[in-house]
């Protein structure tokens, strides 16, 4: 018997008529504004995958032209530390709803998400004295395109055909929130891996321990729930290294009801 709130996905079918109920607006309000983005906090959710990403392509072994953000959403905080790096940013969602929010973005359109704090504290950890303007238009600068992509298709960009492999790939609270099972995660990870080029990266982040989240208002969407052991032994099975496995986990006051997040992981990875 099963809990009221309790969701069980049957397939990947079913999986796709859940994200029909996805509302960007709600997404961007429940995860992007204080407490998880409140960049007063050295314990705030935002702040530390921030870091991860900067200290990741700090250490300079993460370069190339192409970048592909697998399942980007609505965001774009994901790729601050990537456009420095990266010349041809390739972002992806399944939704046109996340595209088009995106496209207003890079438009410079008005009434869009609000990333400036964002872009802020990303000048403050590269400490060059860059303004967040600037970032912003090097940002929108390095992103070419923004396309549709499944990762439960063998060839996830079908029918956009990449000109050459990615040198990294990059993707956040992605596989585990779009598949049924440990499965089909592992499968939409080999999907994934046949975007890129040998010896290039995958920057993950993910949820630890989810079981569900809420997408708009009273819409939940199940999420597999994955720890740092299957995290990890997936990305080897499919043929990477691990270079960095960290892990947050969330203090009580980050736990906001819009899902049962218990915490995130940050893996960077090498594809042998
Ligand atoms: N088949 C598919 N292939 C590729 N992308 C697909 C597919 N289906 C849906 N998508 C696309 O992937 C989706 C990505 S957003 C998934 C949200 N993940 C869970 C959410 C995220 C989150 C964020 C922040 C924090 N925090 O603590 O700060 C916690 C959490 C935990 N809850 C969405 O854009 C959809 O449009």
């Given at each position: 018997e099963f809990g009221s709130d309790s969701i069980v996905p049957v397939s990947v079918a079913a999986m796709k008529e859940y994200y029909k109920q996805f509302d960007p607006r709600s997404y961007l309000r429940y995860n992007y504004i204080p407490p998880r983005a409140d960049f007063t906090r050295t314990d705030s959710i935002v702040p530390w995958k921030l870091s991860c990403l900067h200290r990741a392509f700090q250490e300079g072994d993460v370069h190339g032209r192409t970048l592909i953000d697998i399942g980007s959403g609505p965001t774009i905080y994901q790729l601050l530390s990537a456009c420095e790096h990266f010349s041809n940013i390739i972002m992806t969602d399944f939704l046109e709803v996340n595209r088009q929010e995106i496209r207003r973005w890079l438009h410079g359109e008005?009434?869009?998400?609000?990333?400036t704090a964002f872009l802020q504290h990303a000048c403050e950890l590269e400490g060059?004295?860059?303004s967040w303007p600037e970032k912003a238009k090097r940002l929108r600068t390095a992103i070419h395109d923004v396309i549709p992509i499944d990762v439960h298709s063998p060839n996830p960009l079908h029918p956009y055909s990449l000109p050459e492999l990615a040198d990294c790939l990059v993707s956040s609270f992605c596989l585990e929130a779009v598949s049924p099972d440990r499965t089909s995660f592992q499968k939409a990870l080999t999907n994934l891996g046949t975007l890129l080029k040998p010896n290039g990266h995958f920057l993950m982040i993910g949820a630890l321990d989810e079981s569900y989240y809420q997408v708009a208002d009273g819409v939940h969407i199940p999420v597999v729930p994955v720890d740092q052991e299957f995290v990890s032994a997936t990305l080897k099975s499919c043929g990477y290294e691990i270079c960095t496995f960290q892990c947050y986990t969330l203090p009580?006051?980050?736990?906001?009801?819009v899902d049962d997040v218990a915490g995130i992981f940050f893996v960077k990875a090498k594809k042998k």
């Open positions: 008005p009434d869009t998400f609000d990333w060059k004295g860059c009580q006051d980050m736990k906001v009801g």
